[in-house]
């Protein structure tokens, strides 16, 4: 199946990784990890569609190892001596006070309100959730999510604003 592949369909597997990467190396490389997985997969039903390769199949794949194989790395920049000495006047100590004082009012907002609409904004701040990934987890559509998230930040605002004046 791979020589075949290759035979018949690899200026186009080329042309689709170079898209990805843009660097022919790169394109070569990703095609190659390509026809590995291929050789690695015990059900080959998957790529044949009438009689053929199934390009699109192939195509996700080379995607897939794409995107798992371009995992940015963090670059540490090295920190100078005078950074580590920040001046004393510096910190802003009554903004900190006000973002403390705003977190308090905003969970103590969240205690007076809905215990449905509270627990799926908690749920949504703290586990880092978007709407969709919070309706996969939830089995609740995202028009409610998003009607429920609105309403909660609009309570939340109103609440902190009546109490800071």
Not at 13 to 32: C, G, I, P, R
Not at 64 to 85: A, Q, Y
Not at 107 to 116: D, I, K, P
């Amino acid at each position: 199946m791979v020589e075949h592949t290759y035979r018949k369909h690899n200026t186009w597997l080329l042309q689709v990784a170079y898209n990805f990467t843009s660097d022919k190396d790169k394109a070569e490389e990703l095609v190659q990890n390509l026809y590995l997985k291929m050789l690695e997969m015990t059900d080959i039903t998957k790529i044949i569609f009438k009689d053929d390769i199934n390009l699109f199949y192939l195509y996700k794949m080379m995607r897939s190892l794409h995107i798992n194989g371009s995992k940015k790395s963090v670059n540490h920049l090295p920190l100078e001596d005078d950074l580590l000495e920040l001046p004393a006047d510096s910190y802003d100590y009554a903004a900190d006070e006000q973002w403390e004082q705003t977190l308090a009012l905003t969970n103590e907002a969240l205690e007076g309100h809905y215990w449905f609409d509270r627990e799926l904004f908690k749920t949504y701040i703290n586990e880092e959730h978007s709407i969709q990934s919070l309706h996969n987890v939830t089995g609740i559509s995202n028009s409610t999510i998003w009607t429920s998230m609105n309403k909660t930040k609009k309570y939340i605002k109103e609440y902190v604003k009546t109490k800071i004046g």
